[in-house]
């Protein structure tokens, strides 16, 4: 079975600091990769995702990841988090001989201090 | 205003009742899904729907029932043969199942606590 892991549960970071989230699935064939954020308080939303083409992603506020395929990782980074980057961060995986099915990591919690 | 909503966004329960919580979404999407986000554990699959009545089982379905009557809507019942029910629901949606341009997007969750 498919199997997505994130290996920080919690991070804490000054501002300005900079973020590498590690993610790293099970799968070896054809995926489509993604990062969702979950600010407190709000709703699930997609950061950025990766479906083919040039494996260094960029996102929303700043944040990009990259594919590496030989490693079956897809870390998010952010050069400079700032306090409003205090959110908990999904990684998921979506094996394309499965359907549109999610498989999700256990989550990382961020939190940047100010 | 597009999207999706969940309601209620708290819910309480005493052990032995069945409950069901909502999901409707306005995006024309033909898929939905919902999920169960514990700590730790990220997004659990539960049930999905393909399309207007059908639906399948995904990893923790057991406890579980749901209905797609409707395209917008998809309804999930919790029952009182579910152990753990405790947890925060997710609702999802996305263009038609498959497609690999497809992006799932989330409704705001409810929280069920049992009593």
């Known amino acids: 079975a498919q199997s997505v892991s994130q290996h920080n549960h919690h991070v804490i970071l000054s501002e300005a600091a900079s973020l590498e989230l590690g993610c790293n699935y099970s799968?070896?064939?054809?995926?489509?990769l993604f990062w969702y954020v979950q600010y407190p308080g709000q709703h699930l939303q997609l950061l950025l995702k990766?479906?083919?083409?040039?494996?260094l992603v960029k996102g929303i506020k700043g944040f990009e990841a990259e594919f590496i395929k030989s490693k079956f990782s897809f870390n998010l980074r952010k050069p400079s988090v700032q306090w409003s980057d205090t959110a908990e961060y999904f990684c998921?995986?979506?094996?394309?001989?499965?359907?549109?099915?999610?498989?999700f990591g256990g989550g990382t919690r961020l939190m940047v201090k100010p | 205003d597009g999207g999706i909503t969940q309601s209620p966004k708290y819910l309480f329960r005493k052990e032995g009742q069945n409950v069901t919580l909502s999901c409707e979404q306005n995006l024309n999407h033909d898929a939905m899904y919902w999920y169960r986000q514990d700590p730790g554990q990220g997004l659990r699959l539960i049930y999905y729907?393909?399309?207007?009545?059908?639906?399948q089982k995904g990893d923790i379905a057991e406890g579980y029932s749901v209905s797609r009557e409707k395209k917008e809507s998809f309804p999930l019942t919790v029952t009182s043969a579910q152990k753990n029910p405790t947890a925060f629901y997710l609702c999802?949606?996305?263009?038609?199942?498959?497609?690999?341009?497809?992006?799932?997007?989330f409704g705001p969750g409810t929280r069920l606590t049992v009593l």
């Open positions: 799968y070896g064939g054809t995926v489509n």
């Open positions: 729907s393909q399309i207007v009545n059908d639906f």
């Open positions: 990766y479906f083919s083409g040039d494996p």
């Open positions: 999802a949606s996305s263009r038609t199942s498959g497609m690999s341009t497809d992006t799932q997007y």
């Open positions: 998921a995986v979506r094996n394309n001989n499965a359907g549109n099915m999610l498989t």
